[in-house]
């Protein structure tokens, strides 16, 4: 496969227009957000996030995030919109949160795990923002990499030749992962910590739970409700504290 490589900034519009083409066709795109590099299919042909997986030499076993730019596209995702989503995302959105909630029927299993919920956000990224409208469709991504932190090199290096465009945006803005929030149960509980704190989040809506499994890896055959709950690849190597409070 001949990959086709664009810069973002000397050539804004050829990128994402072709990438858009791309994706709507079943392709795969690398692409810059605010946080990492993703690896983009059409996040509503299983077939095609399949490709992502393959990529990427891993199994289709982890959920996916389907990235939007716009906010009312979440209804289509979801089976409804909860009040405390809404707050949520007038507050961070576009940025670095993920929000979990029930899927609609148009999400496949595949982007999904199987799971009966999604993980969604807005990318704050202006290439981002305009490949997914090029697209017209959400954008299912995970990193583009396949180990190490993913700028356009380190995504150039392992992507070339396995999937069909890279835009490089340059630098990642905040370089560290979204934070991913679960909206089941009438609560907001963390499942990854990321761009956006539980002090931040608590300002907004109120007391935040944390999921166990932010301090303790997943019991084997355990399955990962969140996006970069199951495969650590590019987490930071230092020592993680998490203040739970008094």
Partial sequence: MDT???????????????????????????????????LGANGLDGEAVNKIFEAKGRPNDNPLILHIAKKSDLKDLWKSVPERARLLMDEFWPGPLTMVYLKSSRVPNEVSAGLDTVA????????????????????????????????????????????????????????????????????VTILRPGGITREMLEAVIGPVNLSPAVLAPLKQGEAAASPG??????APDAQVIVGTGS
Avoid: W
């Fill in 120 to 187: 969604v956000r807005m990318p704050d990224n202006r290439t981002a923002l305009a490949l997914i409208r090029a697209a017209g469709v959400p954008i299912a991504a995970p990193s583009a990499n396949l180990s190490g932190p993913p700028p356009a090199d380190h995504v150039k290096a392992d992507m070339n030749g396995k999937i069909d465009v890279i835009i490089d945006g340059g630098p990642c803005n905040i370089g560290v992962e979204s934070t991913v929030v679960s909206l089941m149960g009438g609560a």
């Fill in 229 to 234: 709950m199951k495969y650590k690849h590019y």
């Fill in 4 to 38: 086709r490589y664009f810069n973002a900034v000397k050539q804004p519009e050829a990128g994402t227009k072709l990438g858009g083409s791309v994706i709507r066709s079943g392709g795969l795109v690398a692409f810059p957000t605010e946080t990492v590099y993703g």
